[in-house]
């Protein structure tokens, strides 16, 4: 018998009054304790470690992104969303119908009464000859464990094995024996709870089993990866629809962490779609790759000049979301803009806002990227009466950088078509000029995770293109037959810096690596 005990910090809970993502609230430090299973003939057990869901910070604000999706333009559940969080059929099935209602309660940019509360603790044993998997969960005391919660188990990686039945029965769910039906393209398992009663800890007592016994190491391979000692394969988070006017304390306090937290998310999402890249690619950078100048703090301190300079630099900017593996609280951001550059960053951000918008209908990039530049612009709008400083303006910075660097993306991929068209020209061909050169960063920095850096190619023949003196009389020298002598080369003799933004728990820094893009080509 395999059994399973791991732990979060604390429960997580959500402001859905207002545009908001995940805030950790520690509940107690983090420890991992021991939790057991009264001792029978045919129960064994042993412990698996686990270390929390990817890209923890944005876990719970992703989800949120997948129920807004779910629902189609005729207000109906799309076939694709059955599938994806395993519901069988949507006549009537109770996870159908609260997955219809979490849709509705993320539709536009409010959460409204949407919260969502991790386990403190899960246990997981084999039991009997069957192969019946228990899953025994942990909740922290929580008032709105009187409503009728829905439980959402999300896959590490996507099952495999074909399509499984597999059924779920506990006194915690309503109805008490639930079915599921895992597919290639399920990415969540969505069950319905019961309302608790009172505001005491509890334990939830779930016991999962295939139709078929036989099915047992199927089922393992689901829950645990089927292999004794593996992480387990699932997160487990509970949902919560709270009725309007309900004790709203844990709220007020976070909310603009949170909002700042949804802001950073969907960012992260939207560059990952309009690049048509995973953001999951994504780590840290290997610090000894590339020379870089000393980083920069973009805070309150950060002065008019290297704010104006970022505002207006023609520099590819690469986000980086490396911290985001393991669970904290954002750092929230502000900035100090003077009247006349906040003004500059408004008709610089309203712009190109206009020329992203433009791309997306252009290169048919989706309807999802389009709503999501519409949350960003709702999270990152100046409130009324601009304060003297604030997080709106950090926002509206980022978001500006961040489409700034999607719009030469797209410039890029542009200029690339025109030449391949333009390639049968022999003379352009030949002559020594820019060419374009994407490279992969891959596994090293953020988003985007590739960068066209260009590269030089073509002839130095008389005449010589863009060359210097020594070039000049260099390229003479070897056209009167003194071959020993190396020829002028195509080289770049001019460059444009790459911009790296650092998004982590400690704060916002900006680190420049210099003569990165090649943007002019020479003899020499």
């Known amino acids: 018998m395999l059994c399973l005990d791991f732990f979060y910090c604390g429960a997580l809970m959500l402001c859905c009054t207002s545009p908001c993502g995940a805030l950790l609230i520690p509940a107690h430090k983090p420890t991992l304790t021991e939790h057991t299973f009264p001792s029978t003939e045919t129960s064994s057990a042993s412990t698996v470690p686990h270390h929390g869901p990817h890209n923890a910070a944005c876990f719970v604000d992703d989800i949120f992104a997948v129920l807004r999706d779910v629902v189609g333009s005729d207000g109906e559940l799309t076939n694709g969303s059955l599938s994806q969080f395993g519901i069988c059929t949507a006549s009537g099935s109770s996870s159908g119908s609260i997955l219809l209602e979490l849709a509705k309660e993320t539709s536009g940019n409010q959460r409204h009464g949407l919260e969502a509360l991790h386990p403190t603790g899960v246990l997981l044993a084999e039991e009997g000859e069957r192969g019946t998997h228990i899953l025994t969960f942990d909740l922290p005391p929580f008032t709105l464990l009187k409503l009728s919660p829905a439980l959402l188990l999300a896959f590490k990686r996507p099952p495999t094995g074909g399509i499984l039945d597999v059924t779920f029965t506990s006194q915690s769910l309503h109805p008490h024996t639930q079915t599921v039906c895992i597919l290639g393209e399920t990415r969540y398992i969505l069950l319905t709870g019961k309302a608790q009663e009172g505001n005491v800890h509890l334990k939830w007592r779930i016991s999962v089993e295939m139709k078929s016994p036989d099915m047992s190491q199927s089922l393992k391979d689901i829950l645990i990866g089927g292999k004794s000692g593996s992480n387990i394969s699932m997160v487990p988070l509970l949902l919560f629809i709270r009725e309007r006017g309900t004790d709203t304390r ?9 909002s700042h937290t949804s802001f950073l998310c969907e960012l992260k999402r939207f560059m990952g779609d309009v690049l048509r890249q995973d953001p999951r690619e994504s780590s840290s950078l290997l610090q000894d790759s590339l020379h870089s100048l000393p980083p920069l703090t973009l805070g309150l301190s950060s002065s008019d000049a290297l704010l104006a300079g970022l505002i207006n630099s023609s520099s590819i900017t690469i986000f980086s979301f490396s911290s985001w593996s393991s669970v904290f609280q954002l750092h929230r951001g502000e900035l100090a803009l003077s009247p006349a550059l906040l003004e500059e960053l408004k008709q610089r951000l309203e712009q190109t806002v206009g020329k992203i918008m433009k791309v997306i209908r252009e290169e048919k990039v989706g309807q999802r990227a389009n709503k999501s530049l519409g949350r960003l612009k709702d999270l990152s709008a100046f409130p009324l009466k601009e304060p003297a400083a604030g997080d709106s303006q950090y926002r ?24 391949r068209a333009n390639a049968n020209n022999p003379v352009r061909a030949n002559i020594c000029g820019l060419r374009s050169l994407t490279v992969s960063l891959e596994k090293r920095l953020g988003l985007p995770n590739t960068v066209t850096i260009n590269n030089c190619h073509g002839s130095c023949a008389f005449p010589v293109t863009n060359g210097n003196n020594h070039a000049v009389l260099l390229n003479l020298h070897i056209e009167s037959e003194n071959v020993d002598e190396r020829a002028p080369c195509c080289v770049p003799v001019a460059y444009d810096a790459l911009e790296v933004v650092d998004l982590n728990e400690n704060g916002t820094f900006l680190s420049i690596k210099p003569d990165v893009v090649a943007k002019e080509c020479g003899c020499r």
């Not at 709220?251 to 949170?258: A, K, M, P, Q, R």
């Not at 910075?397 to 030449?419: M, N, P, S, W």
């Open 250 to 258: 844990y709220h007020h306090s976070s909310s603009l962490i949170s």
């Open 396 to 419: 509206a910075f980022i978001l500006l950088k961040a489409l700034q660097t999607v719009a030469r993306a797209y410039e890029v991929q542009r200029g690339q078509r025109a030449t």
